[in-house]
């Protein structure tokens, strides 16, 4: 796949001397749904704003579609949509007339059909004449969604976008999200919320303090997920592992009181009554055995722990 944005180098420190992030290196690929993960406070939205020219890079070059997104400034910004973290719609203004002018505002001709269409798929076409400011939380949101639809971009970037948003609401979002990808438009989105990340990309990438300390494609960040741990606390404490125990993914805790055997639970076999019946003919005994599945979750907290 070609990629369509291109990220290297990046640096961006902030006035005061803050640097929220530290040389970024990614591509993203055309049509893909990318999720970037990562606390508060990772970077996650200057990284979206300095692709869609809102903030400038101290360091690094940015280009989408080919175009320098300083350089370029206009030509990079018509391919992308962006729907921000923090909500500005308090307005008197209505939905259809919002989202309208939006497009407008990228220099394409007028298109009600597109606009209804927009407003159709994101729920809100009831709504299309009531004032933004009588609007709940979730609706305001997928009023942001549609006016980063109103150009039909090539790609298309969320942050956070369902922040607030109920469980149902949010399926129906992810429903959207993916009709788009379907469409081949490229999707970025942040989200603090794993299941999502889980549901939706093809890749994930992990941000920590400013740096990118994973990228990997989904399906095999499930693969690692499908791995399982056993352990088993031995009677006596070893000083190695004995000869006979050839099984691979065993290894023995520093401390010599447990045998830790990883394994695959997508594997036809385990591995595990091999192990066991191994350890009886070496005479290791063991008194208890515990087993714990790796999630999402277990790599990202741990990634983002032994960085602090
Ligand atoms: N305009 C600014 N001036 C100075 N520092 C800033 C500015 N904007 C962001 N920062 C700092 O840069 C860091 C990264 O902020 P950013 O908003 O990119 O994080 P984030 O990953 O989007 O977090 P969240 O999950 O809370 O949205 C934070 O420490 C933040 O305080
Ligand atoms: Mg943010």
């Known amino acids: 796949m070609p990629s369509i944005i291109e990220i290297s180098g990046l640096s961006k420190t902030y006035e005061g001397g803050f640097a929220a992030l530290k040389s970024i290196d990614l591509q993203i690929e055309k049509g893909e749904i990318f999720a970037l993960l990562g606390p508060n406070g990772a970077g996650k939205t200057t990284l979206i704003s300095i692709i869609c020219g809102l903030v400038n890079p101290t360091a690094g070059t940015v280009t989408a579609g080919g175009h320098d997104v300083i350089r370029d400034y206009r030509a990079a910004r018509s391919i992308i949509g962006l729907v921000p973290q923090e909500l500005t719609t308090d307005s008197f203004e209505t939905v259809w007339a919002t989202v309208s002018y939006s497009r407008g505002l990228f220099g394409k001709p007028k298109d009600p059909a597109h606009i209804e269409k927009v407003l159709r798929a994101l729920s809100l076409y009831d709504k299309r004449d009531s004032k933004l400011l009588t609007l709940s939380g979730g609706m305001k949101r997928r009023v942001l969604i549609a006016k980063a639809l109103s150009h039909e971009p090539d790609i298309l970037f969320l942050d956070e976008p369902t922040a607030g948003v109920d469980v149902?609401?949010?399926?129906?979002?992810?429903?959207?999200?993916?009709?788009?990808?379907?469409?081949?438009?490229?999707?970025?989105?942040?989200?603090?919320?794993?299941?999502?990340?889980?549901?939706?990309?093809?890749?994930?990438?992990?941000?920590?303090?400013?740096?990118?300390?994973?990228?990997?494609?989904?399906?095999?960040?499930?693969?690692?997920?499908?791995?399982?741990?056993?352990?088993?606390?031995?009677?006596?404490?070893?000083?190695?592992?004995?000869?006979?125990?050839?099984?691979?993914?065993?290894?023995?805790?520093?401390?010599?009181?447990?045998?830790?055997?990883?394994?695959?639970?997508?594997?036809?076999?385990?591995?595990?009554?091999?192990?066991?019946?191994?350890?009886?003919?070496?005479?290791?005994?063991?008194?208890?055995?515990a087993t714990s599945q790796s999630s999402l979750e277990d790599i990202f907290v741990n990634l983002v722990r032994n960085q602090q």
């Open 168 to 289: 149902e609401l949010r399926r129906d979002m992810w429903n959207v999200v993916r009709d788009l990808a379907d469409q081949g438009v490229t999707i970025i989105l942040t989200t603090h919320y794993i299941e999502e990340a889980e549901e939706m990309a093809d890749r994930v990438g992990i941000i920590n303090k400013g740096e990118l300390v994973l990228v990997e494609r989904k399906a095999e960040l499930m693969r690692k997920l499908g791995r399982k741990e056993l352990r088993l606390s031995l009677t006596e404490p070893l000083t190695a592992l004995p000869d006979g125990l050839t099984n691979e993914g065993l290894a023995l805790s520093e401390d010599g009181l447990e045998l830790i055997y990883t394994y695959d639970t997508q594997a036809e076999r385990t591995g595990i009554t091999r192990l066991l019946s191994q350890l009886s003919d070496n005479g290791v005994r063991f008194r208890d055995l």
